[in-house]
C-alpha cells in the first residue's frame, strides 16, 4: 500500500496545471504560406491596373511578372509543405483570373485599345472570358477521370500565367523599342488591331485542347545541360541589362515551342496505344487458352 502524498504535493500540481498555457487548435503557419503567397500575387495584380490607370506601363507589367512568378512557386511550396488543399485551389484560380485574365486585359485596353472605343473593348473581354472558361475546366479535371500516364506533362491548352505573357507581348516590345528610343516602331506597335489580334488567338490558345508543356517532369539529357547552363547565364545577363527584351524573347520561345509540345505528344500517345494493343493482343492467347 502506497503512503499518501502530502497535501502541500497535491496543491503544487493543482497550481501548476492552473499555470500551464492553454493549447490552441488550428493550422501550422507552415500550412498558411502557400495561400498567403497566392495572396500576394492576388495584391500584385491589382496593382497592376492600379498602376496602368495612372499610365506607368512599365510598372504595370512588373507587377503581373511578379504575380506569375509567384503563381509558379506557391503550388510548388504547398506540395514540399504537405499544405495542398481545396480552398488554396480555388483560391489559387480565382487570384489567376484576376492576374492573367483581367489584369491584362484591361493594361492593353489603356495602353491602346481603348482608342477604338467599345470596339476596343471586345477582345479584351473575349480573352478575359477564354482565361475564365480555361480556369474553370482545369478545376473540373481535378475531379474528372484519372487520365493515362503520359498526359500528365502536358497542360491543355496555354495556361493563364503563359497566356499573359504571351498578351503582353506588344507592350514588351514597345517598351524595349521606347528604351532603345525607336520611336516609330513604338507608333507600329502601338496600334490597336495588333493588340487585338494577340488577345484573340492568345484566348483561343486557353480554351483550345492543344497540349503544351507543363515542364514539371521534364528532364533534361546529360548532353544538354552544359549549354542549357550556358544559355540560362546568357538570358540572365539579357535579363538584367534589357529586361523587355528578355521578356519578349520569352514569349516568342515558348510560342516556338507549343508545335513541339503537340509533336511530342502525339508521339507519346502513339506508344501508349501501341502498347495497349499489344497488351491486349498478348492476354488473347492465354484467355482462349484458358477456354479450351
Do not use: H
Not at 495602353?111 to 480573352?127: F, I, K, R, V
Amino acid at each position: 500500500m502506497k503512503p499518501p502524498r502530502p497535501p502541500a504535493v497535491d496543491r503544487w500540481r493543482q497550481r501548476l496545471r492552473r499555470r500551464s498555457r492553454p493549447r490552441f487548435k488550428g493550422l501550422s503557419f507552415n500550412r498558411l504560406i502557400p495561400n498567403l503567397m497566392t495572396l500576394v500575387g492576388l495584391c500584385a495584380g491589382l496593382t497592376a491596373i492600379r498602376f496602368a490607370l495612372v499610365e506607368r506601363w512599365d510598372a504595370a507589367v512588373t507587377a503581373i511578372v511578379i504575380a506569375a512568378v509567384i503563381d509558379g512557386l506557391d503550388g510548388r511550396i504547398a506540395r514540399l509543405l504537405k499544405a495542398t488543399s481545396r480552398f488554396g485551389a480555388e483560391f489559387d484560380s480565382l487570384a489567376d483570373f484576376l492576374c492573367f485574365g483581367v489584369a491584362p486585359a484591361l493594361v492593353l485596353y489603356l495602353w491602346t485599345l481603348s482608342t477604338w472605343g467599345g470596339l476596343g473593348w471586345a477582345p479584351c473581354l473575349m480573352y478575359a472570358v477564354c482565361a475564365a472558361l480555361r480556369l474553370a475546366r482545369f478545376n473540373a479535371a481535378i475531379d474528372g477521370a484519372p487520365k493515362p500516364a503520359y498526359t500528365y506533362n502536358f497542360f491543355t491548352g496555354v495556361p493563364a500565367p503563359a497566356a499573359a505573357g504571351l498578351a503582353l507581348f506588344p507592350l514588351f516590345v514597345a517598351l524595349q523599342a521606347q528604351a532603345m528610343g525607336f520611336s516609330a516602331v513604338v507608333d507600329i506597335i502601338r496600334y490597336p488591331a495588333f493588340s487585338a489580334l494577340v488577345l484573340l488567338a492568345v484566348g483561343a490558345l486557353m480554351v483550345s485542347t492543344v497540349p503544351t508543356w507543363s515542364f514539371k517532369n521534364f528532364k533534361v539529357p546529360q548532353a544538354v545541360v552544359l549549354p542549357l547552363l550556358l544559355g540560362a547565364g546568357a538570358f540572365i545577363a539579357l535579363l538584367v541589362s534589357e529586361p523587355w527584351a528578355a521578356f519578349a524573347l520569352i514569349g516568342l520561345v515558348y510560342a516556338g515551342l507549343i508545335p513541339l509540345g503537340v509533336r511530342s505528344y502525339n508521339r507519346l500517345r502513339a506508344e501508349a496505344e501501341a502498347m495497349a494493343v499489344t497488351a491486349r493482343d498478348e492476354d488473347r492467347p492465354s484467355t482462349e487458352a484458358g477456354a479450351a
